[in-house]
């Protein structure tokens, strides 16, 4: 919790007076990823309300009850995923030669272990049915588990990820072509939440409210296609305030970061080296 100390791990980008005076690199950092969020936000908002609307199309609670409706979307969706889905490890060591055996039985307890540690099952459903439904899955491997050693992959929603307009791919092909310059998504966390990761920092000037966001619109959609009421409206207070932060992976300054911004893009609470 040393801001001094921090400080040097994110590459010398952030003040030893975290909460003090503004950094000029924070306003460089806020600047940047504010155009690079516009130009794919511009690019993909077509394509993103598409994919929105096809979740009616997939779960229609709307429909009229006395009406008779073929599901053929959910049902061909579904068919697909259950032929693709696996919920176990998908490998298995084998002893390259003789006496390695009680070495593979080992790694194959370790696999088994870390797999369900990871919930992979879980990860790998919602991974498997967003590629089918959206044509891209997105699972971001950052975070650690300290205790099980192991990671915490997290799906990355394909309704709400903004990406770069020249990207093929995350990373590309061998050459590095076409790999992803800058992209990210708005997700909602409590302050409690945030506090929890030594990372984070400003949190006493953000500001409470939703915004009116790609993440906000998402969500209408969703319970629109399951036949809920709009929630979006409702407010928590106190602890369970929920602050819209955007997550944006970039370049700044010659490296790779995850940094996160408050406040409609407008404040630094995280920046993360990758």
């Given amino acids: 919790n040393d801001p001094e100390a921090y400080s040097k791990q994110a590459g010398k980008l952030l003040a030893p007076k975290i909460d003090g005076d503004k950094n000029p690199l924070h306003e460089k950092a806020v600047t940047q990823i504010q155009a690079e969020y516009e130009e794919c936000w511009q690019y993909c908002r ?50 390259r030669e003789e006496g390695d055996e009680d070495a593979a039985i080992n790694m194959n307890a370790l696999a088994e272990f870390d797999y369900d540690e990871m919930r992979k099952a879980e990860h790998d459903y919602e991974w498997d049915w967003d590629a089918l439904a959206f044509g891209r899955g997105l699972s971001f491997f950052n975070e650690f588990d300290i205790k099980s050693k192991t990671p915490i992959p997290v799906v990355w929603d394909s309704l709400t990820f903004l990406r770069d307009p020249r990207a093929v791919s995350v990373h590309g092909n061998r050459l590095g072509q076409g790999a992803l310059r800058y992209g990210g998504r708005e997700v909602f966390m409590t302050k409690w939440e945030m506090k929890e990761n030594p990372e984070y920092f400003n949190l006493g000037k953000l500001q409470k409210g939703k915004s009116d966001s790609v993440s906000s619109e998402a969500k209408k959609e969703r319970d629109k296609a399951q036949g809920l009421s709009d929630t979006s409206a409702n407010e928590n207070t106190g602890d369970n305030s929920e602050y819209g932060i955007l997550q944006w992976v970039t370049h700044f300054e010659g490296k790779k970061y995850l940094i996160e911004l408050g406040n409609n893009r407008t404040l630094l609470v995280r920046i993360t080296p990758l």
Wanted: hydrophobic share 40%; glycine share 4%.
């Fill in 46 to 95: 077509i394509k993103l309300k598409e994919n929105m609307s096809r979740l009616r199309l997939y779960n229609n609670q709307r429909k009229d009850k006395a009406a008779v409706g073929d599901p053929l979307l959910f049902t061909t969706h579904q068919t697909v995923l259950a032929a693709l889905y696996y919920d176990h490890v998908g490998v298995e060591f084998e002893p």
